[in-house]
Nanobody, 115 residues
Framework: QVQLVESGGGLVQAGGSLRLSCVAS????????MGWYRQAPGKQRELVAT???????NYADSVKGRFTISRDNVQNTVYLQMNSLKPEDTAVYYC?????????WGQGTQVTVSS
């Protein structure tokens, strides 16, 4: 069983920064790919960034150079540092764990960027 608890969302002005955290429980976390996805109102959920168990990262083009994903395998935590935030980054952000074609999701945390 995998449980994910996100934190760090909130309201920020354009150009500001936020750091999201996701603490995961479960014995498979250390070998899983972890990531962040987001869903804006009226839009489909989209990938933001992923990080493999060995530390390889992948980013959506829209966040490259502004967002950084990292993980702490001792604390079973994945982070998303978001800088130079834009109003179009406004969405619910979801933590994800992926392993062996299975996905687990957190409850989501709201990020709102005002112009």
């Amino acid at each position: 069983q995998v449980q994910l608890v996100e934190s760090g969302g909130g309201l920020v002005q354009a150009g500001g920064s936020l750091r999201l955290s996701c603490v995961a429980s479960g014995s498979i976390i250390s070998i899983s790919t972890m990531g962040w996805y987001r869903q804006a109102p009226g839009k489909q959920r989209e990938l933001v960034a992923t990080i493999t168990s060995s530390g390889s990262t992948n980013y959506a083009d829209s966040v490259k150079g502004r967002f950084t994903i990292s993980r702490d395998n001792v604390q079973n935590t994945v982070y998303l540092q978001m800088n130079s935030l834009k109003p179009e980054d406004t969405a619910v952000y979801y933590c994800n764990v992926h392993l062996y074609a299975q996905d687990w999701w957190g409850q989501g945390t709201q990020v709102t960027v005002s112009s």
